[in-house]
């Protein structure tokens, strides 16, 4: 064995250790992450419950799964939740990133308030929110707006409101984040461009237009991609607020990766619950695609 | 001296050998439920008493939250570890039995013929395919909690004995603000909650329905009892305006903090209540109508999981016999406020005119069990009926036709197979 290394270049020794140091990562994603997620393919074409004997049904589960109104219904509520929570929380975020860019007294307290709930539990954060939803007399929300003389909102208890109102907490979670992405993107702009533009007489509005936003591009598409993903695989707070858990008022909360754990966890249908997440995979695999390719054009 | 040696050896070999057989003598077994304190208590209780009649078996009893229950047994057991006694919802049963989870309980250690004297009838929805798959300690019923003082507020003298003195006494016990929200509702709808066992298997029958067909393979709730069933529990919040689903995060919350005149709940929730301070209650049978009384009956089983066997099935075998003793439902219904199983210890005076258990006991003599296929979508379909009629304003019976569909999908499956 020494023979064996001492007969080797330094060249060799040095890849050799790098690809020691390397198993590990390698190992972990082949056995925790690669292998699993073949697996879920393998799954997918199979009627399982967990424990009984596993039965090869090839196409069936995604047959039936395209064949399920509520699974359109699904899907369209996690596009919703990334359609809309995406440009509100982006443009939330680029609002604040911008005027906190500007003030230096309090900038790091009022950063860090903003990232807090970042780091906060997201199941314990939408406990506290599903409370503040509730109606009169103990909601914080409706006793708000009685205060304010307006008429008490159903909230989580509607088929409309509920998405929205479950998404707002996804939404300021997320916020610290993109912040923070958004103030380093627009301090990574060289100062130069702004002080030539300043003297040639451009306005704020101006240098906001031509220079600050088209600059922030590859910021934009990054968080853009990165908290599409985010909102598509949403799961925490649908979980904790809707009631039951079951993503109601009938079904409107729901998104797929809810679906997918009743499938598997509530009825133990294995198969079912692999094939969507083969489609999940699909979806978030084409978002990532684009972005690799708006990514590229870019440079 | 030799002989000496000799016979310290004997000794040494025999003691040896004695300690041995002790060890092999004793067996552990795993005893699963989840977390509920006084459940835990009562079980720690029966694991003491069983363990100082049975030197020599050990019962290690692990409980977790509810929220993971169903997938930590089914995981564990499938992987060859976990409990070797398991406590599951007689609810769940189908879904146990065809996961492979729990074995048929041997008819040696568990006689048909002892079981069916003893146990209360509904113990019969465990019995599948010949066998006894678990058997209960304790039973639950369903009953109306109301709330003394505000009765007496609303110059009422006693409980609503039928359907429509219900919605009278309701309407009586609702207070709301000048913008008409709601400061304490009459009654507390909660289709979360019990509700919907009360709808399945009471209101339906009350209104001569029947939930499901005689073999239970069949949705029969699409009929015009179904539907003057749902619009029962719907007009509450709908059209009286008495309650409103979820008002104060549930029914059990709004009855506790004293906001609602009126609850349905099962008698383990009467350890909660009776904990509350200011909290003035009694307890009454469900209300009838036209001279009728129905009650849901549920119950939570023990079975013995698939991975017991040979000297831990026996010591299983034996655990469970013991927590089908007269014994143990005696200390059960003292701990956790459930109801023993049998009618020979249910039925005793002191039980049936108990104030708080009393209404519980004598509503099982008209109760029904629901012979679950799969307890959460079933479930499921009162909760969708409920919302689709109170707020998106659909016709009970188009409502009905819609969950009925999908209920039905539910039962196609199971028994396709």
Redesign the interface.
Known sequence: MTDFWNRLTIGQKLAITAWLFLAIPLVFYITIRFYPTFEAFYVSTLKWNLLGAKKAIGFKNYIKIFADEDFWLVLWNTIKYALVGVPVSMLIAFVIAYWLNEIHFGHDMIRAMYFIPFLTTAVAMAWVWRWFYQPLPIGYFNIMLSWMGMPQQPFLKSVTQALYAIMAPAVWAGLGFQIVIFIAGIRAIPRSYFEAAEIDGAGRWQILREITLPALKPTMIFLTVVSTIGFLRIFDQVYTMSADSAGGPLNSTKPLVLMIYEFAFDEFKLGRASALTVILFMILLVVSLVQLWLMRKHK | MKKWLKSAFALAIGGTSLLWSGMVQAVEIEYWQYTYASRVEAIDKLIQNFEAANPGVTVKHTHFPYADY??KV??A??AGDGPDVVQLYYGWLN?YR????IQPLSSSAFPHATIERDFFPMVGTMKVEGEYWGLPTAVRSLALFWNKDMFAEAGLSGPPETLDEMVDYAKKLTKK?A?G???SVGFAVDT?GQDHHWWREVLIRLYGGQPYSEDGKKVNYTTDAGAKALKYVTDFEAVHKVG??????RGQDAFAAG?AGMVLDGSFRISKFVKQDGLNFAISELPGHNGNRYNFSSYWVNGISSKAEGEKKAAAEKFLQYLTSDEAMQLWLDTVGELPAKPAVALVDANKTHPLYGPFIRGLSYANATAFV?E??QR?SL??AY??VV??GADPAAALKKVAKAEQEVFDEFFDN
């Open positions: 169903r997938k089914a995981i057991v499938s879904d065809e996961g492979g989870l603000d913008d929200n709601y400061l979360d409103a689903n979820g008002f104060m995060n906001k799969s959460k979508p499921q909760i969708d919302d689709m707020l998106q």
